[in-house]
């Protein structure tokens, strides 16, 4: 699967971290319906970093079709309510 985080690129990651990604994505999907920014922000930032962990950075000048489009670190609770589905970020 290839993720974009807005405003740093794009990773390839296996669909096997989904379920490990989903459990933050759970997490966040609660705090931004709480209007929990502080607890919003942090696990935000976990979440950003474990896709980063585990994913293979694609080259700069790489443009491909990303399945899975994911707000920036430094993005509002409000942008990312936008952003929300029912199944939060990540489907699944």
Known sequence: MIVRIMGEGQVRLADSHLTELNKLDTILLTEV????GP???RTLQALLAKVREL????????LEPSELILPAEDATLEEVR???????????
Do not use: V
């Open 39 to 41: 607890a919003f922000r």
């Open 33 to 36: 319906q709480n209007g929990d």
């Open 55 to 62: 994913g293979d950075p694609l080259p700069d000048d790489s």
């Open 82 to 92: 936008d952003l929300l589905s029912d199944d939060g970020l990540i489907p699944g």
